[in-house]
């Protein structure tokens, strides 16, 4: 039977002194209801909660996929080695302690000994070591998780319970992007499979189990695990979840996924859109809750390395021509706060003084685009030099676009032509998208990157994740040596004034640089039928189940 938690903390002060520095909180989790009550009531067991998503996963195994989505659906399956609070506190979850190195160069976890897969394995220290392995496995082909562990050398078995990680060099980071999903669990006889075949199914200690795994364009079905004992510090309750059922269900059309929530057909809904977020709260029957994501906003990446955007005068004026404020605010009716950095605010160590650079000023941006030469017009009104029209490619995915990111592209193209720049939002096959951004052949890029952690920005500027005929993340093809020292001296120091000393230069850096285009703070807006509850927010801003439940 689940059983309700009473609160309680382990870990050591230096555990402790080390994690605090790097975690976000979720400084901006609200959540609002209608014709409610703020009691719910003593949780029940039993029941299913079907939850609809706005965009499709492209692979369950988060060691493969760096995508939010597939984080969220392989979470219910996956544990972590430890969990983190919404304060930015690190607690055990499979690990019951541990403590690092005074080099920083090796992580010592004591483990859990009563946790076993849902398939039958029990989970030791042998299965950190092949998780680990796995995910920086060349084979696995991450386009996440093994960045984040970019200096990994390798995993010691002390025995059964005991087991030591080593670096390279310093990665303070690595606690918080341990109690993530994608550096989650996964049972170790499963990890011999092909990554096709863990792109569909993957199996973990979690408190659900998919035995259908997750199909592409339907979403994915869960069951309790009954024998589940072993939740995290953070949960509510011990023992197994109180839904007896999860379904994640594929509704990419925001009218038909609202329209199912308020019919009844759905329980819960990610991504309410922006015009409805108002009425849905007036609605008796019904709640919103919304969480500010941390890590990276949703951003536009000018390619500094080639194109138009190679030169800085170009990239300046596209950032102070475009009235991105404005456009965010109309578009998103205030739900979604426009983005003034290359991270979000609710990232520790987020740099409000480079807001002053992202300001609106169209007299600006055609002094710099006359001075850039970009001087002539044709015929349409675009600027041209020697003939030629400026011209931004962006390969956008339109299959793939939400939160009305489609309309949004559309106005940002409407206000650039204000300043003559002709953004041109191509629409390629996935197969043409993925080799162009592989081998950097676009002018613009876009994306968010949810990240718990400021280095997000080692994520989506540093050296190592340039495009280099395969996937990277630092889609601005941005390669400043001033700006990697900071994120590699910022990795090697757990002082906090000194973090923020390094995370702070190196955003004026990339700001200085123009080398991001911030669009808007992503912003969790859920919404669910007044009948459930215990849906919390974990510190990516992704919704979490295993404390859910529902009343009729």
């Known amino acids: ?16 002194a080390l994690a605090v520095p ?52 392989a979470r219910p399956i996956l544990d972590s080695l430890v ?115 863990l792109c569909t199914h993957v199996v973990g200690s979690g408190p659900f189990i998919s035995v259908d795994g997750y199909s592409k364009g339907k979403g994915i079905d869960y069951v309790r695990n009954d024998a589940y004992k072993w939740a995290p510090e953070t949960a509510a309750h011990n023992g197994p979840a109180y839904l007896a059922n999860l379904s994640i269900k594929i509704v990419p059309e925001d009218a038909s996924r609202y ?13 309410v859109p922006p015009v409805d977020v108002a009425q849905l709260k007036s609605t008796p029957g019904f709640q919103i809750q919304s969480a500010a994501a941390p890590g990276g906003n949703y951003n536009y990446y000018p390619n500094v390395s080639r194109g138009v955007f190679a030169d800085i005068n170009v990239r300046k004026a596209f950032r102070a021509g475009i009235d991105w404020q404005t456009i965010v605010n109309k578009l998103y009716f205030g739900q979604f706060q426009p983005a003034k950095g290359p991270l979000s605010p609710t990232t520790v160590g987020y740099d409000k003084s480079i807001e002053s650079a992202y300001v609106y000023n169209a007299d600006d941006a055609n002094k710099l685009l006359d001075a850039a030469g970009w001087t002539g017009r044709d015929s349409e009104g675009y600027r041209t030099r ?25 106005q940002i193209q409407a206000a650039a032509k204000q300043i003559g720049i002709y ?13 162009d951004a592989a081998n ?76 991001v285009f911030p669009v808007y703070v992503f912003n969790y807006l859920l919404g669910s039928s007044g009948k459930v509850h215990g849906v919390v927010f974990e510190p990516q801003a992704f919704p979490t189940f295993y404390d859910a439940w529902k009343h009729e």
């Open 1 to 16: 039977m689940p059983t309700p938690r009473t609160s309680s903390r382990r870990g050591t002060a230096a555990a402790l």
């Open 22 to 73: 790097m975690l976000a909180t979720l400084s901006a989790c609200t959540a609002t209801a209608a014709g409610g009550s703020s009691d719910a009531g003593t949780p029940v067991s039993g029941g299913t909660l079907t939850f609809a998503v706005n965009g499709d996963g492209s692979c369950l195994d988060p060691h493969q996929s760096p995508a939010d989505v597939d984080g969220l659906f």
């Open 83 to 197: 969990s983190l609070s919404a304060d930015g506190t690190i607690h055990p979850w499979l690990a019951t302690d541990w403590s690092v190195s005074a080099d920083q160069l090796t992580y010592s976890f004591t483990l859990r000994g009563d946790v076993t897969f849902s398939d039958g394995e029990k989970f030791d220290a042998a299965a950190v070591k092949a998780n680990l392995d796995h995910i920086v496995d060349p084979a696995t082909k991450s386009q996440l998780a093994a960045g984040t562990i970019a200096t990994y050398s390798g995993t010691t078995v002390v025995d059964a319970t005991h087991v030591q990680v080593h670096f390279k060099s310093p990665n303070s980071a690595f606690l918080p992007t341990l109690a993530s999903a994608y550096l989650g669990i996964e049972a170790p006889g499963t990890l011999k499979k092909s990554p096709a075949d």
């Open 259 to 271: 329209g199912a929530l308020t019919s009844g057909q759905i329980d819960s809904i990610a991504s």
């Open 386 to 410: 020697n003939g030629v029209r400026l011209t931004v490619v962006h390969p956008f995915l339109k299959a793939y676009a939400r939160e009305q990111r489609d309309t949004l592209a559309d």
């Open 423 to 435: 953004v041109n939002n191509t629409n390629p096959d996935l197969g043409t998208f993925m080799t």
């Open 440 to 515: 950097g052949n676009y002018d613009l890029a876009d994306f968010s990157w949810q990240r718990s952690s400021p280095d997000a920005l080692r994520t989506l500027f540093g050296s190592e994740n340039l495009p280099k005929g395969s996937f990277g993340t630092n889609a601005a093809n941005f390669n400043d040596p001033a700006v990697e020292q900071d994120l590699i001296d910022a990795l090697g120091t757990t002082d906090l004034a000194k973090q923020a000393e390094l995370y702070g230069d190196a955003q004026h850096r990339i700001t200085g640089a123009v080398a």
